[in-house]
């Protein structure tokens, strides 16, 4: 037995043949009570260990807990925003099993070309009222589609329940179609800002911290379970699936099809980098990555304003010129050196 090694994948009886072969025998039944007895059971890896950590962590972290309970106090909108696994929908096999009389056959091997293509779930959870969203398409996870998806689940479900809201906080992770440094995502954003008539605040988890995000763990786990074993042959069997995931603490999932085409390889307007842009550059956005900025009394997220942007402390209207709003925060807070334009 190798020294320090904590685990095995024997089965007991293999375990009992070998205890056999060293002069030792054991029935596989001591064996079982053997490994009971020193506290040996069947265990999964975890993913637990994190492959970096910011040095701003921390702070983010209390930014996004201060603004998260502001909203929710006011009676203001929070929404939990990822994109979950991509899925093929086709004759191909999933992990997990069902009741049935016969055995389901399906493809011997997973080959994209033989389906109908894959889907895309977009989950949305809204915080104050525990209701999940999951909007599905077949074309490519951009920001377009992240607009697109705020805006149905905007204007078809939730406007009612928020008559009087005119902000709204989103929490993401910083990759993937709504990337902390794509500058299209943020003029999307904007656009979007328009669109609603609300005055969008967005929050970025720190990198390496994705599964923090409270729609990891609140809904998509629920989501995996009403729909594991399940053969996606067709859309609608994927859209009815997740429409069926709830819980006994009252978690409730609206699942809808969006039928856009999104096209990838977009770039940012070269309108956008005059100075009548509505909006440019990260104003106020992601400030815990600014290594150089102290902490306090800083500036925690962006906000998207219909018509313009404003970063989020008071009396710093940008208007357009965010590199001067840059140059008076290294003044007044002692920032050693400014991300380049091209950087978020």
């Not at 293999?14 to 072969?21: C, H």
Request: net charge positive; glycine share 10%.
């Amino acid at each position: 037995m190798r020294e320090g090694v904590l685990w095995t994948n024997l089965s007991r009886s293999e375990i009992s043949s070998r205890l056999a072969q060293e002069g030792t025998p054991a029935s596989r039944h001591t064996v079982r009570k053997l490994l009971r007895k020193h506290g040996m059971g069947q265990r999964k890896a975890r993913k637990k260990k994190s492959l970096g950590n910011h040095p701003d962590r921390n702070a983010q972290f209390e930014n996004i807990s201060r603004l998260k309970s502001a909203y929710l106090k006011a009676g203001k909108p929070v929404i939990s925003v990822d994109t979950k696994k991509k899925e093929l929908i086709g004759n191909f096999a999933r992990e997990g099993t069902t009741q049935t009389q016969t055995a389901v056959e399906t493809l011997d091997h997973d080959f994209s070309s033989a389906g109908e293509g894959k889907v895309i779930p977009h989950g949305i959870l809204d915080l104050a009222r525990n209701e999940g969203f999951m909007h599905l398409n077949m074309s490519h996870d951009t920001c377009d589609l992240f607009c697109d998806s705020v805006a149905h689940w905007w204007l078809q479900h939730s406007i009612r329940h928020y008559p009087s809201a005119k902000e709204l906080l989103i929490l993401c992770d910083g990759g993937g179609s709504n990337s902390s440094h794509h500058h299209v995502f943020k003029e999307a954003l904007q656009n979007l800002a328009n669109r609603l008539g609300l005055k969008i605040r967005i929050a970025h988890y720190p990198p390496y911290t994705s599964k923090h995000n409270p729609i990891e763990h609140k809904l998509f786990p629920h989501i995996t379970r009403a729909c594991q074993g399940l053969v996606f042959h067709t859309l609608n069997i994927v859209k009815d699936a997740m429409g069926r995931a709830h819980t006994r603490t009252g978690l409730k999932v609206v699942a809808d099809i969006l039928t856009g085409v999104y096209q990838t390889g977009k770039k940012y307007g070269q309108r956008g980098r005059g100075p009548h842009a509505r909006f440019r550059g990260n104003c106020g956005q992601h400030v815990w990555r600014l290594r150089h900025l102290q902490q306090r009394d800083l500036p925690d997220a962006a906000r998207f304003e219909p018509g313009g942007c404003v970063c989020s402390q008071p009396g710093n209207r940008c208007g357009g010129n965010h590199r001067a709003v840059y140059n008076k925060w290294r003044r007044q807070y002692g920032c050693l050196q400014l991300p380049s334009r091209n950087r978020s």
